[in-house]
């Protein structure tokens, strides 16, 4: 075959290469072999991150020095919340059409908005339509596009795998504990849609505000449960909780025997990195409680959330340096998302920029299934195929597993790990053998990942009865080949 040829004669071409001139980097230097060619500078493009005072872009901030724009009091106080607001700040530098999109895009999203001075300075507002920070917190109406038939909220059950509200229990040893509804930024695609923010005109919330007394229950169930040794404290955000709640909450899970582990989850280095380097008592509490685990043999760690490399700049840096001379491990989860992170090259990129400043990449999720947000999925197929690209462009250990959260409750899957998957339906089913025996659970492709012809069966019940058989069946038959 032709392809095969081709494929030789690349090789060759490597392994043609030689010592050359260019391999030297100093003229007196002698001969360096290298099995490698020399390396092309946009490779070291994660290395270049932003210094420049891009904030002055905006013309509410136009007169904002670093001093200020660096203090995480003035950022929470600046922070853009609700549409009005938003479009205010922006109207003088966005294309007129694409406001109206956005003021049309607000009244259908399930979430409120809430972005941060520094993540609304990072995005170009000469071409908003493509830029990966707005895609991610900025519905526009012209690109939203209509819900996957067999999508529901809080598509991950965490409600019904909570014994009390605010405390997911689902995997044997760990569980996820809700202490506040309120985030630094809300996201669109959040999963927590369902609890999280403010109510919207579309969706009216579950009610899991900062309240002591409910910690309390929580608390007491964890400690009756002596299998539970891995607590991920989420919300909301742990950027929000005060930080004698900080501490409060993280000395009282490690005053529980049996827990080893705890996870502060937030998104906040992300969104907002000055908190790191201006809000001594809340970074002092925290490290309090790392310090305190170290001192019980416990591990307490920072789980983080970065998309895009453009959210990572120099003061991203200096936050993540504090971290790390604190001895704070910090690891990152991201979520593929459409027209943020889902080319080959941006994801890589990522990866890199990640290591870069020290956040360990952890996880790469494929898009839950959330209500209001489809452009943002991606199919499996995207997720599959970006992973083979990462994988070997950098150490193992800083390369992330790229996952499923199965709807349904199935807990996270290893995105390879299907049972069947029809990239014609576009549905795929995988099994948790230890979260759930004996259950199937399936992720649907979003619908303009699909043909036409597929598409139209989605839209007939009894289509897409059949196609959900078919699934299950091959399923079937592959557990037990
Ligand atoms: C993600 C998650 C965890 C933590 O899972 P890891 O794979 O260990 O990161 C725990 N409980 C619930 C409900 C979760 O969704
Ligand atoms: S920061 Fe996390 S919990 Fe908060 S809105 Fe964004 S995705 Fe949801």
Known sequence: MNDTKATESALQKKTDVTITESHKFRADAPEVRSARPPVDPSELEFRNLRTDEFWRAIPAFADIDEETFLDSVWQMRNSVYGSDKLIETVKDIAPDDWLADAVEGFSQAPMAVRVTPY??????WSDPYNDPIRTQFIPVASRLTSDHPMLTLDSLNEQKDAPVPGLTHRYHDKALFLPLNTCPVYCRFCTRSYAIGVDT????????????KRWEEAFEYIASRPELEDIVISGGDAFNLAFKHVENIGMRLLDIPHIKRLRFATKGPAVMPMKVLSDEKWFDALSRVVDEGRKRHKQVVVHTHFNNPNEITEITRRAMNRFFERGIIVRNQTVLQRGVNDSEETMKLLVKRLGEVNVHPYYV???DMVKGVE???TSLRRNLDIEKFVRGATAGFNTPMFIVDA???GGKRDAHSYEHYDTDTGISVYTAPSVKPGKFFMYFDPLHS???EVVQDWQDEKRREEMVQDALSAALAHVNR
């Open 365 to 367: 999720y494929q898009h």
């Open 375 to 377: 452009d943002l999925r």
């Open 450 to 452: 699909l043909k036409e």
């Open 119 to 124: 993540l609304l300075s990072l995005i170009d």
């Open 407 to 409: 709807p349904g409750g």
């Open 201 to 212: 005109d579309t969706v009216e919330k579950v009610n899991l505000k900062v309240n002591p």
